[in-house]
């Protein structure tokens, strides 16, 4: 082969490789949208489903949490065969129709509101719904992303998408305060729904996601869910980080049950008020989710892991020492310090679990993680609940802070903690 020749062919493969860059770039920026538009949307819901509960039908704190964690009690229902079903099925198509399931859901809402007979019973049931749709989608969510995504920019990528996820829990609660005040929290919540209809239009638009080969005669769904448990619960790394994530996941359920009660009741702020001090949290994310790639370069992923850990836990303590007026800031400081800590660990966390697993290993893992982590959400949601109508919500906040210290106790007791780096 001359020079000629070899220069000719190799500007074919340097434009074929430029063209693949490009199609990939442009599938990932269609799954990155509608990522972000669903999420906009459901973080309008964020404040307005507990807003509906406490201005509308006049809740206590208990009937908030139930409200909280019924959304999240879906992962431990169908948390572990989610993973499989991702597996099983067309994962574009099961991502679509997630998305209008919840779609539908959450439109329930301002319709029975027009007609009069919205009540709590209902949004209980729409937060499960809801919930159990997104443990599907999420578990899929995470699988989709490694196939269209080089291995070397996850990193960047999963910062990129957390930074996204960052700037709607910044907008959300916000928008979904300010709406609340002008139109009512049902109405409020047509923005939810329509953020789901236009997410899955995008997902349609996508290309079919390659499913890993499944081996030869295949396996039980219990056998397949008990390989995805064996790994997660035997591996050095993601074992010792699935427990981190149930511990701040417990005082993340509780913040979200205690947040509207303890701002409207104990603080006496508005609507609007509620929605811009909760969204101090989508502000301390985007703050994590823009430093994690430099955090990790600087000190290891693993230093990353341990130091996110304690300034979230630190900072807790300042929400019950929140008051009116000026004071109002601490509870903005630290629910900003909390949401940066926990997203640093998430990125952290996330990108080993899609760099270290076998790809046909990879959906049951990712549904293990959430299934332990997310479940217990439920749990800390209705804990809070009941310890804010026994002892108030400024002494449960506290309650909670003190249960946050078991998040970096978890990561610095085993082998992690001296780990510059995961890998």
Request: proline share 5%; charged share 10%; aromatic share 6%.
């Amino acid at each position: 082969m001359d020079v000629t020749t070899r220069t000719a062919v190799a500007a074919d493969r340097a434009a074929e490789g430029e063209a693949r860059h490009r199609t990939s770039a442009g599938v990932f920026w269609r799954y990155w949208t509608g990522s972000l538009v669903s999420r906009l949307g459901n973080q309008v819901s964020v404040v307005a489903l507990p807003l509906i509960a406490v201005l509308t039908l006049h809740a206590t704190a208990w009937q908030v949490g139930l409200v909280t964690g019924a959304g999240y009690l879906a992962w431990l229902l169908v948390g572990l065969p989610a993973g499989v079903l991702v597996h099983r099925l067309p994962l574009r198509g099961t991502q679509v129709a997630m998305d209008l399931l919840r779609g539908a859901a959450v439109a329930s809402v301002p319709v029975a509101a027009a007609l009069g007979v919205l009540g709590l019973p209902q949004l209980v049931v729409v937060a499960l719904l809801v919930g159990l749709a997104g443990v599907v989608f999420d578990v899929g969510n995470s699988t989709f992303l490694p196939s269209i995504v080089a291995k070397e920019e996850l990193t960047v990528r999963n910062s990129l998408l957390s930074g996204s996820s960052a700037a709607t829990e910044l907008a959300g609660p916000s928008l979904g305060g300010v709406l609340v005040q002008l139109v009512g929290g049902a109405a409020a919540m047509v923005l939810d729904a329509v953020s789901y209809l236009v997410s899955a239009a995008l997902l349609r638009s996508l290309p079919r996601a390659e499913r890993p080969a499944r081996r030869p005669g295949g396996a039980g769904m219990w056998r397949q869910i008990r390989e995805g448990w064996h790994f997660v619960t035997r591996h050095p790394v993601i074992g010792p980080c699935a427990a981190y994530a149930t511990a701040v996941n417990f005082v993340s359920g509780g913040l979200m049950t205690l947040t509207p009660v303890f701002l409207v009741d104990t603080l006496d702020a508005p609507a609007a008020a509620v929605g811009a001090l909760m969204a101090t949290g989508g502000l301390g994310s985007l703050v994590g989710a823009v430093l994690t790639p430099r955090v990790v370069a600087r000190i290891g992923s693993g230093g990353a892991l341990r130091w996110s850990a304690r300034i979230a836990a630190l900072v807790t303590f300042l929400l019950p020492a929140a008051g009116s007026g000026w004071a109002v800031l601490l509870f903005a400081l630290g629910n900003a310090g909390f949401a940066a800590g926990v997203v640093v660990t998430t990125i952290v966390a996330r990108t080993h679990r899609q760099t270290h697993t076998p790809p046909e290993l990879l959906p049951r893992v990712m549904a293990t993680v959430r299934f332990v982590s997310w479940g217990s959400i439920p749990v800390g949601a209705l804990l809070a609940g009941a310890a804010s109508t026994a002892w108030g919500p400024r002494t449960a906040l506290l309650l909670l802070a003190v249960c946050s210290l078991a998040g970096p106790v978890i990561l610095t007791a085993g082998s992690l903690r001296r780990r510059r780096d995961l890998a």
